[in-house]
């Protein structure tokens, strides 16, 4: 039982919790709750503060952030660095480039915000006097490097490709794959060579075809160091191999590939058959064509893409026989497989399917082979804004938006009108960017939707609408107001309880949360992040107790990238009716990092993905909120179209 002073003071840390959190949820940044918070004797608190600071985004924030910097607490200074990250201000480089001696987030923080004060500091800190100081801050210097683009320091970097030091040597082969500047192309084929598997891993992902001739290097000597690679024992060079063997473009090199149909590892096997699809060529083809029949989803699935690439007539056949099978899978493939052999009629046939999720993957195959001087899909969109399914209405709306019209106006405000009943919002959102392209015509444009949108819509509930319309239509934002604050539902006793449940456990030393996925393939146990991401771990503990996503599909997998799942719908597009604000975190991707997927800022709800490798360009960019702990096999032979049999705490 808490003494009355410790209850006291454990209220006064929850209702200030509480008030940061709801900050941070609607997105408005109050000076006086900061500046109180910041001045909080507990670091917890502090670094709350901090955090939700940087996620508000206001710029108000910049000088409570640099001085959090000093903080005495250490956790408290590098998330200040990172807050500061997420704002961007050039006039905190050089309170951060001083933090950066001790602090590795500050010099991401410094290489996010850029510019030619930002180049150099980083370079400073890279070969300058302070770099010898502290190797982790080298380190990150090197990683984080790429995020300058032009300015990024190409030659030092190269000076890493042979350090003794293996993690420096990754960070430089990082940010030299991630730069794909001519001027660091032998330098990545260097590193093919690589005793560290990472090494090899990030370099091939650099490497391609264009790349070599930019920098003049002979194709045949990349292809064939490339090549070697596709045995390496480590997967995930495999498969990266792979890849950049397809960008060579050359079907005498598909022999290479061939071997790799029958890996033990499907991932592997399946990027072997993309890989074949590009190369193209008559042993190719034969050997697609068998991988046909294959029993696993993921791959039989690539063997009809691929095999549409590198035959259209072979692919075209292969498609038909899907878009006549029972399975709507089958028959979203056969619209991809259209796609990838450029066949429109295909594709036109498929969007009277009974399955509005076949109609969607059609007409948004059909969207991206369109060419823009071709406005003859746009009266079959007109038609398809009527479809009861919300993705097929947002498809048909990014299809009308490249040929705007002025007499389009009145169907896509009824579009978007419809699309208030939807369980997602793209139907809506597409609508408006639609109804944008319209007005950005000229006067006559603006004029026909101040008058048949704006005045006749009321102000949008959806946050997300809501700033789409304001940011692209200047008579939404004059007769709708400000963007913020964000209404939530959310009481102040709502965040109470969150923080009740939540951080105050873990500020007290509790075990944090744990869940467990039961796959296809085995279990997953993934350890929740709750003080990093509050309000998605609760969202995805709330749905995971209510069996949500029991039964559903990994409905997409990239290999040596992600593994995702919770979309109800299984093709992307689902989820669970409502919306989260990005909980942006300085975790990680690593191996098992559990994100929030999104399709565009604060756009998360149910979907999640978990990383096969270490992604540094995902860092603070999507919610981390979890981590793998049990599962490292299992994770990496998850497949594409494999159930989730339960997620439970």
């Known amino acids: 039982m808490l003494r009355p002073g410790a209850a006291q003071q454990a209220e006064r840390v929850t209702d200030e919790l509480a008030r940061l959190l709801a900050a941070a949820d609607t997105r408005v940044y109050d000076a006086t709750l900061f500046a109180e918070a910041l001045r909080d004797p507990d670091p917890f608190v502090r670094r709350q503060a901090v955090l939700a600071a940087g996620r508000i985004g206001d710029s108000a924030a910049v000088g409570p952030l640099v001085a959090a910097l000093a903080d005495s607490a250490s956790t408290v200074r590098a998330t200040a660095a990172f807050a500061l990250g997420l704002l961007k201000p050039e006039r905190a480089v050089a309170a951060l480039a001083l933090a950066a001696r001790a602090e590795p987030e500050a010099v991401t923080a410094i290489a996010k915000i850029g510019g030619d004060q930002g180049a150099a500091a980083l370079r400073d800190l890279l070969v300058g006097p302070r770099a010898s100081t502290v190797s982790t801050v080298q380190r990150a210097a090197l990683l984080e490097a790429w995020r300058l683009g032009a300015r990024a320091p190409v030659a030092e970097l190269k000076g890493f490709v042979h350090d003794p030091d293996s993690s420096r040597r ?12 001519a001027r660091g192309a032998g330098a990545l084929v260097e590193a093919l060579a690589d005793a560290d598997a990472g090494v090899r891993t990030v370099a091939l992902r650099g490497l391609s075809r264009a790349l ?11 292809a064939a160091r490339v090549g070697a690679l596709v045995t390496d024992r480590d997967a995930h060079v495999c498969v990266n191999a792979l890849r950049a063997l397809a960008s060579f473009r050359d079907s005498g090199l598909a022999a290479i590939a061939l071997p790799l149909l029958t890996d033990r ?19 190719a083809t034969a050997a697609l064509t068998e991988r046909l ?7 039989r699935r690539q063997a009809a893409i691929a095999l549409a690439q590198a035959d259209s007539a072979a692919g075209v056949a292969a498609a038909a026989g899907l878009a006549r099978e029972t399975d709507w899978r089958w028959r979203s493939v056969a619209a991809e497989a259209y796609g990838a052999a450029k066949d429109r009629a295909g594709l036109e046939a498929e969007l009277v399917d009974p399955d509005g999720r076949v109609v969607a993957r059609a007409l948004q195959t059909l969207e991206r082979m369109v060419p823009d001087s071709d406005a003859r899909a746009c009266a079959r969109a007109r038609e398809l804004l009527q479809h009861p399914d919300a993705a097929v209405r947002s498809v048909a709306a990014d299809l009308l938006a490249r040929h705007p019209a002025v007499t389009d106006v009145d169907r896509l405000t009824q579009a978007y009108l419809r699309a208030a009943r939807d369980s997602f919002n793209d139907a809506r959102l597409s609508a408006v960017t639609a109804l944008a ?3 950005a015509t000229g006067p006559e444009g603006r004029a026909a939707i101040a008058t048949g949108f704006v005045a006749r819509v009321p102000r949008a509930d959806d946050y997300l609408v809501r700033r789409l319309a304001v940011l692209k239509l200047p008579d939404a934002a004059a007769a709708w107001g400000a963007v913020a604050p964000i209404a939530t539902s959310r009481t102040l006793d709502d965040y109470r309880a969150i923080v009740r449940r939540y951080l105050l456990p873990a500020r007290n030393g509790g075990a944090a949360p744990r869940v467990t996925i039961e796959t296809d393939r085995g279990r997953l146990i993934v350890e929740l992040l709750p003080v990093e991401a509050p309000l998605t771990v609760d969202a995805f503990l709330t749905l995971a107790d209510r069996r949500y996503f029991d039964g559903s599909t990994w409905h997409r997998v990239v290999p040596n990238f992600v593994v995702q799942d919770g979309d109800p719908r299984s093709d992307g597009w689902g989820g669970p009716g409502f919306l989260l604000r990005d909980e942006i975190n300085p975790v ?10 999104l399709s565009g800022p604060d756009t998360g709800g149910s979907q ?5 490798s270490p992604q540094p360009h995902l860092d603070g960019t999507y919610t981390v909120f979890g981590q793998v702990v049990v599962g490292r096999n299992v994770l990496d032979m998850i497949s594409q179209g494999e159930h989730i049999r339960s997620v439970h705490r």
């Open 588 to 597: 990680r991707y690593a191996w098992g990092t559990v994100g929030m997927a």
């Open 293 to 299: 029949t294959s029993a696993v989803f993921a791959l």
């Open 608 to 612: 999640y993905f978990i990383t096969h």
């Open 265 to 283: 590892d499907v991932n592997v096997a399946v990027q072997a058959e993309t890989t074949l699809g590009v190369l193209g060529g008559s042993g």
């Open 170 to 181: 990754l960070a430089a082969t990082y940010s030299l794959a991630r730069l794909r500047s």
């Open 437 to 439: 392209a319209i007005a």
């Open 212 to 222: 070599t001739d930019s920098a003049r290097l002979d194709p045949r000597d990349v």
